[in-house]
């Protein structure tokens, strides 16, 4: 067997075992959620893992919390004061 074969395979299942570790210790995802992304990481060569890791990074930045020290509230409209008045 080739040794690009080896590394290839052995790329693919570092990636399938690091994004399952990633879906299960995910807090964002029901029980199900979590089993169907196991099933589409491993069932689906490189692609699977890849969506997966979209979603899952997807999720984390999306549910970051906002914090007091790093909330900038929007100004109003332009031309607009802060009493509401030109």
Not at 78 to 84: A, I, N, R, S, V
């Amino acid at each position: 067997m080739s040794p690009v074969y080896i590394g290839a395979a052995g790329f693919i299942l570092t990636l399938n075992v690091v994004t399952s570790l990633l879906v299960l210790f995910s807090k964002s995802y029901t029980l199900s959620q979590k089993l169907l992304q196991l099933l589409l990481i491993w069932v689906v060569p490189l692609l699977g893992p890849i969506a997966a890791l979209v979603v899952v990074f997807e999720d984390r930045r999306v549910s970051k919390p906002f914090r007091r020290d790093n909330f900038d509230p929007p100004e109003g409209p332009p031309g607009m004061g802060m009493t509401g008045g030109p």
